[in-house]
């Protein structure tokens, strides 16, 4: 009896002690603005279910001075608050909730303007940001209606009420639609800052979507590939970076060219993919999947149509379909992703452009582009996460975020499955275009880095992967097998 004791006080000791360093590890790892710290050429993190790799493309890297670091506004932010190599240059909600009770809520990510639910909520109560702790949101606020570049405000071809308003936001005299700036505050995930050259990629004059024109770059005056945001509302790495520092880090002025340049030859040199994972070891193994692991992802090419079986999104996975129980679990998923045929249905800018409703395609239809699976082409579509009925999980999950009421002028083309009213959490590309098509289709982000960086989704719906394939599941009734949502779980970590 008294050796049982012994043994179980030195297990928990042993637990104990594994613990604080796993703990210590985490509070080492997330980067404060002006740091200083040099970041070396490859680094690796604990993720969920192994470690996410962050390269370095350029070198070791300074953080000393630089811009991307270095608060540049007035609330003590950086691009690094919202953008940490730990969770694959964005954030996840674990760590969030970390940094929360190790800061007592005063770290800058957290800032009233945007990192609570509302600036004018309380700010010491963690209840007033609740959906940064609970989802990884942070509030977009989006002036309504939207402007052109000029200025001039857009037309539109809606009306927009707010009908549920949880977080205040929409409602306030001061912050809301009817303020004397009206503006919509949407609730949106950090994307990735990383593997830009794939994010960037594309730009023709015509968006095959829309048949209208694409949006330019202001710089170079080129067709840009409309795949950056949510909602593609920032032509550039460089306008994006502008927006960032005079909205999430509120500056008084507008940052220098210099600084805007360094900020983008940061980010265009950085790459994040899963690196190894807890029972199968490395994944960018000699002979294995080519598309794994961050070198492969600094060496390819940007920009190559991967809804082929040949040369398929993340190469192919016959190495792993042997014995080994996780690899080959990995190689089903991956042929689920771009094999498996189901009935997409009622998916704007995929069933509506003349391909067929329903048609019969896989998840690689939409997620084409190799290495990275976002769309080759403006990748707005509404596959269902926001507008109702089909948005993720109505009763309890969207109850935190606010609905809008979309009601289109009679002379506007209708949204073709909802008809002239809809009810959505985040209307998407429409409230940058104003145009009733668009309402609720949300920009495809890159599928890498995954497990560093949940929850998933625009609207962070989707705690973990298996509640992302649950959705498909549902939404698209693919009757996927327990065994099938394992190989399909187990495949997207591994990205
Ligand atoms: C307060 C948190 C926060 C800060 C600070 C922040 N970002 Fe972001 N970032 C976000 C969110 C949220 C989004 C997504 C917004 C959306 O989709 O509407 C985003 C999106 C991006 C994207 C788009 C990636 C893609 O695939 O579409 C890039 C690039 C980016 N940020 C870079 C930066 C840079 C550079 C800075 C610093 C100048 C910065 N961010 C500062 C939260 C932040
Ligand atoms: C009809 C087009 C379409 C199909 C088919 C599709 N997706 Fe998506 N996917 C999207 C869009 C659009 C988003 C962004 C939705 C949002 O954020 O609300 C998305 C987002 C995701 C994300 C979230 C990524 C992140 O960073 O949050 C994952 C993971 C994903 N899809 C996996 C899959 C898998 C697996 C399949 C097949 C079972 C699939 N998708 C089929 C269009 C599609």
């Not at 200083?36 to 962050?54: C, I, K, N, Q, W």
């Amino acid at each position: 009896m008294r050796r049982l004791f012994v043994i179980v006080i030195l297990i928990a000791g042993i637990v104990l002690t594994l613990s604080a360093q796993y703990q210590d590890r985490f509070k080492n790892t997330w980067i404060e603005p002006g740091s200083g710290v040099t970041l070396p050429e490859f680094d690796a993190f604990d993720s969920v279910d192994g470690t996410v790799g962050v390269l370095n493309a350029s070198g070791p890297v300074s953080t000393e001075g630089n811009p991307f670091f270095t608060a540049l506004g007035t609330n003590g932010r950086a691009c690094v608050n919202c953008h940490q190599p730990t969770y694959g240059m964005s954030v996840s909600t674990s760590g969030l909730v970390e940094r929360w009770r190790t800061t007592e809520g005063k770290d800058p990510v957290f800032a009233a303007f945007d990192g609570s639910n509302c600036p004018g909520l309380p700010q010491d109560q963690e209840k007033s940001h609740s959906l940064l702790l609970k989802r990884g949101l942070f509030r977009i606020p989006l002036s309504w209606p939207p402007k052109n570049a000029d200025g001039s405000p857009k037309p539109v071809e809606f009306t927009i009420e707010v009908v549920r308003d949880p977080t205040g936001c929409n409602t306030s005299p001061q912050y809301g639609l009817k303020s004397a700036d009206p503006t919509i505050s949407v609730y949106r995930r950090p994307r990735p800052a990383a593997n830009l050259k794939y994010v960037t990629s594309g730009g023709r004059p015509i968006v095959l979507k829309t048949g209208m024109l694409a949006d330019l770059d202001p710089e170079t005056g080129n067709p840009v590939g409309m795949n950056l945001m949510t909602d593609a509302r920032e032509p550039s790495l460089k306008t994006q970076a502008v927006s960032a520092i005079m909205g999430h880090e509120q500056a008084h002025e507008a940052p220098s060219r210099q600084q805007i340049e360094k900020i983008v030859e940061f980010e265009s040199q950085v790459y994040v993919a899963q690196q190894a994972h807890i029972f199968g070891g490395p994944l960018a193994v000699a002979g294995g999947p080519p598309a794994l692991g961050v070198a492969a992802l600094r060496d390819r090419k940007a920009g190559v149509l991967g809804d082929n079986d040949y040369d398929p999104v993340f190469g192919l996975f016959t190495a792993w379909k042997g014995n080994d129980y996780y690899r080959a679990s990995v190689a089903r998923g991956a042929d689920i992703f771009m094999f498996r045929q189901f009935w997409l249905r009622d998916a704007t800018h995929i069933n509506s452009i003349g391909l067929g409703n329903p048609l019969k395609r896989t998840c690689a239809t939409c997620h084409n582009a190799q290495m990275t699976g976002q769309d080759l082409s403006a990748g707005w579509v509404d596959v269902g996460t926001t507008n109702y009925p089909t948005w993720t999980d109505p009763s309890t999950e969207s109850s935190e975020l606010p609905v809008f009421k979309i009601t289109c002028n009679r002379d506007a083309d209708p949204h073709p499955y909802l008809g002239r009213v809809i009810y959505t959490t985040d209307p998407g590309r429409a409230l940058i275009s104003g145009r009733c098509v668009d309402v609720g289709s949300i920009v495809m982000q890159q599928l890498r880095g995954l497990s560093a960086r949940a929850p998933y989704f625009a609207n962070g719906s989707a705690k973990t992967l298996r509640e992302v394939v649950d959705f498909y599941d549902r939404r698209f009734d693919m009757k996927l097998t327990d065994q099938e949502k394992e190989d399909l779980i187990n495949f997207l970590g591994a990205l």
